[in-house]
């Protein structure tokens, strides 16, 4: 497997909205971070779906290193 791009070592906090589907760029190559816009294709990483449950702010990871994907775990704090 492909190792994604640092898009960022910080997350991207977005206010996401009750039962609407988000797709979180795994790859790091997206230009609409930390969304999906295709970017991934040639590589075998893929997009994580993520539906929200409720209206608020979530910080989604931008090293894209988390171990809870696709929400931040600290994870760019080791990053070098």
């Known amino acids: 497997m492909s190792k994604p791009h640092v898009a960022q070592k910080a997350p991207y906090p977005v206010t996401v909205e009750a039962d609407k589907k988000y797709f979180w760029c795994a790859c790091g190559k997206s230009a609409k971070q930390p969304f999906c816009d295709g970017s991934h294709e040639g590589t075998d990483i893929l997009p ?33």
């Open 48 to 80: 994580l779906s993520y539906k929200a449950q409720e209206n608020k702010t979530l910080y989604f990871c931008g090293c894209k290193h988390t171990a809870n994907a696709p929400l931040c775990d600290g994870a760019h704090n080791a990053l070098g």
